[in-house]
Protein backbone atom coordinates (compact mmCIF):
# COMPACT_ATOMS: atom_id res chain seq x y z
CA UNK A 1 0.00 0.00 0.00
CA UNK A 2 2.95 2.31 1.14
CA UNK A 3 5.16 1.72 -1.60
CA UNK A 4 2.39 2.91 -4.31
CA UNK A 5 1.56 5.84 -2.62
CA UNK A 6 5.16 6.80 -2.24
CA UNK A 7 5.83 5.94 -6.13
CA UNK A 8 2.44 7.54 -7.15
CA UNK A 9 2.22 10.33 -4.66
CA UNK A 10 4.25 13.41 -6.84
CA UNK A 11 2.35 12.71 -9.84
CA UNK A 12 -0.78 12.68 -7.83
CA UNK A 13 -0.14 16.06 -6.06
CA UNK A 14 1.06 17.52 -9.42
CA UNK A 15 -2.06 16.43 -11.38
CA UNK A 16 -4.51 17.87 -8.60
CA UNK A 17 -3.40 19.85 -5.35
CA UNK A 18 -6.77 19.27 -3.87
CA UNK A 19 -5.89 15.78 -3.52
CA UNK A 20 -5.66 15.69 0.19
CA UNK A 21 -3.95 12.84 1.91
CA UNK A 22 -6.28 12.49 5.03
CA UNK A 23 -4.74 9.63 6.57
CA UNK A 24 -1.23 11.28 7.30
CA UNK A 25 0.32 13.31 9.78
CA UNK A 26 -2.46 13.98 12.81
CA UNK A 27 -4.93 11.63 10.30
CA UNK A 28 -2.41 8.64 10.96
CA UNK A 29 -3.46 9.25 15.00
CA UNK A 30 -6.92 8.97 13.88
CA UNK A 31 -6.50 6.03 11.64
CA UNK A 32 -5.03 3.96 14.35
CA UNK A 33 -7.64 4.55 16.47
CA UNK A 34 -10.50 4.31 14.22
CA UNK A 35 -8.84 0.59 13.18
CA UNK A 36 -8.80 -0.17 17.01
CA UNK A 37 -12.08 0.93 17.61
CA UNK A 38 -13.45 -1.36 13.99
CA UNK A 39 -11.21 -4.44 15.37
CA UNK A 40 -13.16 -4.16 19.09
CA UNK A 41 -16.66 -3.48 18.47
CA UNK A 42 -16.53 -6.08 14.71
CA UNK A 43 -15.34 -8.87 17.76
CA UNK A 44 -17.23 -7.86 20.47
CA UNK A 45 -20.34 -8.06 18.21
CA UNK A 46 -19.63 -11.16 16.33
CA UNK A 47 -18.39 -13.19 19.92
CA UNK A 48 -21.50 -11.86 21.36
CA UNK A 49 -24.00 -13.14 18.50
CA UNK A 50 -22.36 -16.23 18.49
CA UNK A 51 -22.77 -17.17 21.65
CA UNK A 52 -25.81 -16.05 23.16
CA UNK A 53 -27.92 -13.64 20.54
CA UNK A 54 -30.87 -14.20 21.95
CA UNK A 55 -29.80 -12.35 25.17
CA UNK A 56 -29.38 -8.58 23.88
CA UNK A 57 -30.25 -8.62 20.11
CA UNK A 58 -30.48 -5.01 19.82
CA UNK A 59 -27.16 -4.36 22.10
CA UNK A 60 -25.45 -7.01 19.49
CA UNK A 61 -26.84 -5.51 16.12
CA UNK A 62 -25.77 -2.01 17.82
CA UNK A 63 -22.36 -2.86 18.00
CA UNK A 64 -22.03 -4.61 14.68
CA UNK A 65 -23.43 -1.51 13.15
CA UNK A 66 -20.84 0.84 14.91
CA UNK A 67 -17.91 -1.61 13.81
CA UNK A 68 -19.13 -1.00 10.02
CA UNK A 69 -19.04 2.77 10.76
CA UNK A 70 -15.87 2.50 12.28
CA UNK A 71 -14.66 0.17 9.51
CA UNK A 72 -15.90 2.57 6.82
CA UNK A 73 -14.33 6.00 8.50
CA UNK A 74 -11.23 4.05 8.26
CA UNK A 75 -11.36 2.76 4.75
CA UNK A 76 -12.53 6.45 3.90
CA UNK A 77 -9.09 8.10 5.99
CA UNK A 78 -6.83 5.53 4.00
CA UNK A 79 -8.03 6.06 0.70
CA UNK A 80 -8.10 10.45 1.27
CA UNK A 81 -9.80 12.48 -1.38
CA UNK A 82 -12.26 14.93 -1.55
CA UNK A 83 -15.20 12.01 -1.78
CA UNK A 84 -13.64 9.91 0.99
CA UNK A 85 -13.31 13.16 3.16
CA UNK A 86 -17.21 13.96 3.02
CA UNK A 87 -18.20 10.48 3.14
CA UNK A 88 -16.26 10.26 6.57
CA UNK A 89 -17.55 13.48 7.57
CA UNK A 90 -20.96 12.02 7.07
CA UNK A 91 -20.13 9.03 9.03
CA UNK A 92 -18.25 10.82 11.79
CA UNK A 93 -22.19 12.92 11.82
CA UNK A 94 -23.35 9.99 12.48
CA UNK A 95 -21.04 8.17 14.74
CA UNK A 96 -21.49 11.25 16.70
CA UNK A 97 -25.59 11.09 16.89
CA UNK A 98 -25.53 7.23 17.39
CA UNK A 99 -23.05 7.56 20.41
CA UNK A 100 -25.02 10.21 21.85
CA UNK A 101 -28.58 8.49 21.16
CA UNK A 102 -27.44 5.20 22.44
CA UNK A 103 -25.87 7.00 25.08
CA UNK A 104 -29.10 8.76 26.63
CA UNK A 105 -30.88 5.61 26.01
CA UNK A 106 -28.67 3.43 28.23
CA UNK A 107 -29.20 5.80 31.02
CA UNK A 108 -32.92 6.76 30.34
CA UNK A 109 -34.14 2.99 29.44
CA UNK A 110 -31.60 0.66 31.05
CA UNK A 111 -33.99 -2.65 30.64
CA UNK A 112 -33.75 -2.16 26.83
CA UNK A 113 -29.70 -3.03 26.82
CA UNK A 114 -29.49 -6.07 29.08
CA UNK A 115 -25.60 -6.33 27.57
CA UNK A 116 -23.71 -3.22 27.04
CA UNK A 117 -22.56 -2.10 23.76
CA UNK A 118 -19.62 0.11 22.37
CA UNK A 119 -22.09 2.91 22.77
CA UNK A 120 -23.27 2.52 25.94
CA UNK A 121 -23.32 5.00 28.66
CA UNK A 122 -21.26 7.52 26.29
CA UNK A 123 -18.36 5.09 25.73
CA UNK A 124 -18.15 4.87 29.40
CA UNK A 125 -16.70 1.51 29.31
CA UNK A 126 -13.93 2.90 26.37
CA UNK A 127 -12.41 5.61 28.47
CA UNK A 128 -15.33 8.01 26.91
CA UNK A 129 -12.98 7.57 23.29
CA UNK A 130 -16.06 6.63 21.63
CA UNK A 131 -17.60 10.10 22.23
CA UNK A 132 -14.20 12.20 21.92
CA UNK A 133 -13.49 10.23 18.50
CA UNK A 134 -15.68 11.12 16.15
CA UNK A 135 -15.56 15.30 17.35
CA UNK A 136 -11.70 14.74 16.62
CA UNK A 137 -12.24 13.33 13.54
CA UNK A 138 -14.71 16.30 12.60
CA UNK A 139 -12.71 18.98 13.62
CA UNK A 140 -9.84 17.09 11.20
CA UNK A 141 -11.43 16.47 8.09
CA UNK A 142 -12.99 20.12 8.17
CA UNK A 143 -9.43 21.24 8.45
CA UNK A 144 -8.62 18.67 5.91
CA UNK A 145 -10.49 20.81 3.35
CA UNK A 146 -8.63 24.39 3.42
CA UNK A 147 -5.64 23.06 3.40
CA UNK B 1 3.40 -16.67 36.24
CA UNK B 2 0.78 -14.95 33.92
CA UNK B 3 -0.54 -12.37 36.61
CA UNK B 4 3.00 -11.28 37.01
CA UNK B 5 3.34 -10.73 32.93
CA UNK B 6 0.36 -9.08 32.87
CA UNK B 7 1.51 -6.47 35.31
CA UNK B 8 5.10 -6.72 33.52
CA UNK B 9 3.58 -5.56 29.89
CA UNK B 10 1.29 -3.02 31.00
CA UNK B 11 4.53 -1.50 32.96
CA UNK B 12 6.32 -1.52 30.21
CA UNK B 13 3.89 -0.79 27.49
CA UNK B 14 3.06 3.35 30.22
CA UNK B 15 7.15 3.21 29.73
CA UNK B 16 7.43 2.44 26.15
CA UNK B 17 3.47 5.02 25.86
CA UNK B 18 6.00 7.56 27.99
CA UNK B 19 9.01 7.57 25.63
CA UNK B 20 7.35 7.77 22.54
CA UNK B 21 5.48 11.03 23.67
CA UNK B 22 8.38 12.38 24.96
CA UNK B 23 9.75 11.80 21.33
CA UNK B 24 6.44 13.21 19.83
CA UNK B 25 6.46 16.27 22.14
CA UNK B 26 10.37 16.70 20.92
CA UNK B 27 9.04 16.52 17.19
CA UNK B 28 11.21 13.64 16.35
CA UNK B 29 9.81 10.62 14.59
CA UNK B 30 10.46 6.77 16.25
CA UNK B 31 14.19 5.95 15.73
CA UNK B 32 15.68 2.65 16.01
CA UNK B 33 16.06 2.98 19.74
CA UNK B 34 12.48 3.08 19.71
CA UNK B 35 11.70 -0.21 17.78
CA UNK B 36 13.38 -1.72 19.88
CA UNK B 37 11.55 -0.87 22.96
CA UNK B 38 8.56 -2.07 20.89
CA UNK B 39 9.75 -5.39 20.59
CA UNK B 40 10.83 -5.72 23.96
CA UNK B 41 6.64 -5.22 24.52
CA UNK B 42 5.76 -7.49 21.52
CA UNK B 43 8.42 -10.37 23.16
CA UNK B 44 6.71 -9.97 26.60
CA UNK B 45 2.95 -9.55 24.95
CA UNK B 46 3.61 -12.89 23.00
CA UNK B 47 5.36 -14.77 25.96
CA UNK B 48 1.75 -13.76 28.40
CA UNK B 49 -0.05 -15.17 24.58
CA UNK B 50 1.83 -18.22 24.95
CA UNK B 51 1.53 -18.59 28.88
CA UNK B 52 -2.09 -17.81 28.74
CA UNK B 53 -2.96 -20.71 26.13
CA UNK B 54 -0.73 -23.14 28.11
CA UNK B 55 -2.62 -22.27 30.89
CA UNK B 56 -5.72 -23.30 29.25
CA UNK B 57 -4.66 -26.00 27.51
CA UNK B 58 -4.08 -27.89 31.20
CA UNK B 59 -7.38 -26.83 32.21
CA UNK B 60 -7.47 -23.77 34.01
CA UNK B 61 -10.61 -21.81 32.66
CA UNK B 62 -10.53 -17.77 32.98
CA UNK B 63 -13.59 -16.25 35.26
CA UNK B 64 -15.06 -14.03 32.16
CA UNK B 65 -14.50 -16.50 29.51
CA UNK B 66 -12.38 -18.38 27.17
CA UNK B 67 -13.66 -16.66 24.13
CA UNK B 68 -13.05 -13.47 25.26
CA UNK B 69 -9.74 -14.11 27.04
CA UNK B 70 -8.14 -15.41 23.75
CA UNK B 71 -9.57 -12.53 21.63
CA UNK B 72 -8.21 -10.10 24.56
CA UNK B 73 -4.78 -11.92 24.25
CA UNK B 74 -4.49 -12.10 20.76
CA UNK B 75 -5.10 -8.24 20.72
CA UNK B 76 -2.64 -7.60 23.19
CA UNK B 77 0.28 -9.08 21.03
CA UNK B 78 -0.72 -7.50 17.83
CA UNK B 79 -1.76 -3.80 19.36
CA UNK B 80 2.47 -2.89 19.63
CA UNK B 81 3.81 -4.03 16.03
CA UNK B 82 0.24 -2.80 14.35
CA UNK B 83 1.18 0.71 15.62
CA UNK B 84 4.70 0.36 14.76
CA UNK B 85 4.16 -0.45 11.00
CA UNK B 86 1.76 2.59 10.76
CA UNK B 87 4.80 4.83 12.32
CA UNK B 88 7.34 3.12 9.71
CA UNK B 89 5.11 4.70 7.15
CA UNK B 90 4.61 7.73 8.98
CA UNK B 91 8.36 9.36 9.77
CA UNK B 92 6.69 12.57 11.29
CA UNK B 93 6.10 13.23 15.06
CA UNK B 94 2.33 11.55 14.35
CA UNK B 95 4.37 8.08 14.22
CA UNK B 96 5.46 8.61 17.58
CA UNK B 97 2.29 9.93 19.14
CA UNK B 98 0.75 6.42 17.22
CA UNK B 99 3.02 4.22 19.00
CA UNK B 100 2.62 6.20 22.53
CA UNK B 101 -1.56 5.27 21.66
CA UNK B 102 -1.00 1.92 20.77
CA UNK B 103 1.48 1.28 23.67
CA UNK B 104 -1.73 3.24 26.08
CA UNK B 105 -4.55 0.77 24.09
CA UNK B 106 -2.03 -2.31 25.56
CA UNK B 107 -1.86 -1.29 29.04
CA UNK B 108 -5.58 -0.34 28.94
CA UNK B 109 -6.33 -4.52 27.66
CA UNK B 110 -3.67 -5.64 30.19
CA UNK B 111 -6.23 -4.19 32.71
CA UNK B 112 -9.29 -5.97 30.65
CA UNK B 113 -7.16 -9.19 30.74
CA UNK B 114 -6.63 -8.72 34.29
CA UNK B 115 -10.07 -8.35 35.10
CA UNK B 116 -11.14 -11.37 32.34
CA UNK B 117 -8.79 -13.99 33.92
CA UNK B 118 -9.64 -13.09 37.68
CA UNK B 119 -7.78 -14.43 40.67
Not at chain 1, 8 to 21: C, H
Not at chain 2, 108 to 116: F, K, Q, T
Request: charged fraction near 15%; glycine fraction near 10%.
Amino acid sequence: MTDTDRTGAPASTSAQKQQFELGTGPGRVLVWFYGVFTVAAASRSVVQMILDFDKAPLAYILSAVAAVVYGFITYSLVRGGEKARRAALVCCAAELAGVLVVGTWTLVKPSAFPDATVWSDFGMGYLFIPVILPVTGMIWLRRARRV
Amino acid sequence: MLVALTVAVAVTALALAAWCGFAAYRDQPTKDWHFIGMAVVSVLALAQLVVGVVRLAGGERPDQGMTIFIAYLIGAFAAVPAAGFLSLTERTRWGSVTVAAGAVVLAVLEVRLYDIWGS
